[in-house]
């Protein structure tokens, strides 16, 4: 009886994939649509004049942002850039021959010079030799927060003291009180795998989410403490497993509050969607891969394979599947019940 029973679910479960799955692309973004780390409309043009060696449209954009204050905008921008610059060099080279003393391009510099020190075997010695670049970028541009974020990626790397970060994280929410990315930084640093634990980590994030302003990706830092959990792959006491649902809940609100195929919350959805399909919660996975749209990112899905984008096409078929699998053949009265998403049981 026992395997008659499972066979029976087997066959219910390969029954309502085969019936389900192919309606449930609706709304999703073809395959070879999506793009992995797409620049936006206004970095796009920097990044293909730099791959040109012209640095021009990169420092107007950076200028734009510093005068206007665009400091989230700005953090990202000054990310990929150096990104970009890390194995194609020459325009920034330019650009600093040109201005050696511009805000603009100090802090690319300061951001590259970190990431490079990063993947160093002498992480340490080599993130100590480049602190005067981050010293510099913050000297040229008093308001700017983002050599305040470098400044704390570099010290969790250099092995900084608590009080010397939380001297570090004074001055950057000084600057911007709501800042993502130094909040991230902050978060990383409280982490388990450096230097606190998955509850402070969690209590941090919790704390930052409640305080922050309406629409603020910082409301997304309880699922980053939640994914910092789930990484780590320790056994889960009830109570941290509800805190990680509640985190993905929180997220899930903030998600609503932006566009479908919103290139700015891109990130925080992707995450939100790895932590939600860890934690089987398969139709609200499957909803945020629609919101999501053409816009993958490398981060989580670089945390299990070299290959970010073809994990996020195999999770966001698998997530098609379990939805599929736990939807019913039929409804009461015959009618089908493919819009009411079950949780799959087997």
């Known amino acids: 009886m026992v395997d008659t029973m499972s066979l029976l679910r087997a066959l219910i479960r390969a029954a309502r994939m085969i019936r389900h799955t192919p309606q449930l692309s609706d709304g999703l973004t073809s395959d070879d649509e999506v793009l992995l780390d797409a620049p936006d409309d206004r970095l796009g043009p920097a990044l293909v004049a730099a791959a040109l060696g012209e640095y021009e449209p990169a420092a107007k954009l950076l200028a734009t942002t510093r005068e206007s204050a665009e400091w989230e905008n700005r953090d990202r921008y000054v990310m990929r850039l150096a990104a970009f610059a890390y194995n194609r060099g020459q325009w920034l080279g330019e650009w600093l021959g ?37 010293d510099a970028a913050a000297d040229a541009e008093a308001r700017d927060p983002v050599p305040w974020r470098i400044a704390l990626d570099h010290a969790r790397g ?13 001055q950057a929410v000084r600057r911007s009180s709501h800042h993502y990315g130094c ?16 509850r402070e980590c969690f209590d941090f994030a919790e704390q930052a989410a409640a305080d922050a302003l309406p629409g603020s990706l910082v409301q997304a830092l309880p699922v980053r403490a939640a994914f910092a959990q789930l990484l780590g792959g320790e056994a889960m006491s009830s109570v ?11 997220a899930i609100t903030l998600s609503g509050d932006y566009a479908a195929g919103d290139a700015w919350p891109a990130e925080v959805r992707n995450l939100l969607a790895y932590v939600l399909v860890a934690r089987g ?25 070299d290959d970010p984008l073809g994990q996020f096409l195999q999770a966001r078929d698998g997530v098609r599947i379990e939805v599929a699998a736990g939807t019913p053949l039929r409804g009461r009265g015959g009618r089908s019940t493919l819009g009411e998403h079950y949780p799959y049981r087997l």
């Open 240 to 250: 941290q497993s509800d805190r990680i649902d509640a985190a993905a809940d929180l």
């Open 281 to 305: 919660r398969w139709a609200d996975a499957l909803e945020q891969f629609r919101l999501i749209g053409p816009y993958a990112t490398s981060f989580p899905w670089m945390s299990l394979t």
């Open 98 to 134: 040109v201005a050696p003393h511009d805000p603009d391009a100090l802090v690319v510099k300061a951001e590259l010079a970190v990431r490079r020190a990063w993947e160093s075997p002498a992480r340490a010695e080599r993130l100590r030799e480049v602190g005067p670049l981050i």
């Open 183 to 198: 909040h991230v930084a902050a978060l990383q640093y409280l982490s388990a795998q450096w230097y606190g634990s998955h």
């Open 158 to 170: 250099a092995h900084a003291t608590h009080t010397a970060f939380e001297t570090l994280w004074e």
